[in-house]
């Protein structure tokens, strides 16, 4: 299995653009999650994914934000428009039995630099 | 409420000498506990994982960590540290509210290998 795939793994942009970050899962995991990772705030969950519904999005940060998963293998993460404070690591991870295991698989993120 | 305190946020070792990663957990629940590995410009990877088995949990790379409840304590070790072992080290609480789930993450210790 090739695990989780993001792209793009590098994105820099000009404030105000829009952005848009792909993962697809593993094959057969039915929870998918994105995570940012900063600096000065660590790693923060935004939008958890249960058989394709968002389950939990009180993690995205603000209406600039929006994801979707349109089917099991695919989901996309925008930003628009995308600010300098938006500059992070981007990851996703795919999981099973809702994520109730614990044992997430990660992609290898998208850093975004928004300038 | 569900936390989980990471003491350290760097550790420095020598090679060849022993490991140690302390982590502290609160939670109202009988919690699963894990350590992920994030080694530089890559995603996280599960090192080892507790759910309420055996109290000492062995993982990849010669890691293993001890579950103690009266002390609410999930310390990761290794007897002898690589080079290969610096990274960045998550302890995580796993918490099930309701019918969903909540992954607490602490903000990582950083190890560092001394040559």
């Known amino acids: 299995d090739a695990g989780v795939i993001q792209s793009p793994r590098h994105e820099v942009t000009e404030m105000g653009q829009e952005v848009t970050l792909r993962c697809k899962p593993i094959?057969?995991?039915?929870?998918l999650f994105w995570y940012r990772q900063t600096m000065m705030r660590g790693l923060e969950l935004l939008i958890y994914f249960n058989n394709n519904v968002p389950i939990d999005d009180s993690g995205m940060p603000e209406d600039r934000f929006s994801a979707k998963m349109p089917n099991a293998s695919f989901s996309t993460l925008k930003i628009q428009p995308s600010e300098p404070r938006d500059s992070a690591v981007y990851f996703c991870?795919?999981?099973?039995?809702?994520?109730?295991?614990?044992?997430?698989?990660f992609g290898e993120g998208s850093r975004l630099t928004v300038l | 409420a569900q936390s989980v305190t990471q003491l350290d946020s760097h550790v420095s070792v020598s090679e060849g000498t022993p490991v140690l990663l302390r982590c502290n957990y609160s939670?109202?629940?009988?919690?699963?506990l894990f350590w992920y590995v994030q080694h530089p410009n890559k995603g996280l990877q599960l090192l080892l994982k507790y759910t309420s088995a055996a109290t000492l949990v062995k993982g990849i790379n010669g890691f293993e960590a001890e579950f103690k409840k009266s002390e609410t304590s999930f310390h990761l070790t290794k007897p002898s540290a690589h080079m290969s072992d610096a990274a960045e080290y998550f302890c995580?609480?796993?918490?099930?509210?309701?019918?969903?789930?909540?992954?607490?993450w602490g903000a990582g210790t950083k190890l560092i290998i001394k040559p």
């Open positions: 094959s057969g995991h039915n929870s």
């Open positions: 991870a795919s999981s099973l039995a809702g994520g109730r295991t614990g044992e997430l698989f």
């Open positions: 939670s109202s629940y009988s919690p699963s």
């Open positions: 995580v609480v796993s918490d099930h509210l309701d019918s969903n789930y909540q992954l607490i």
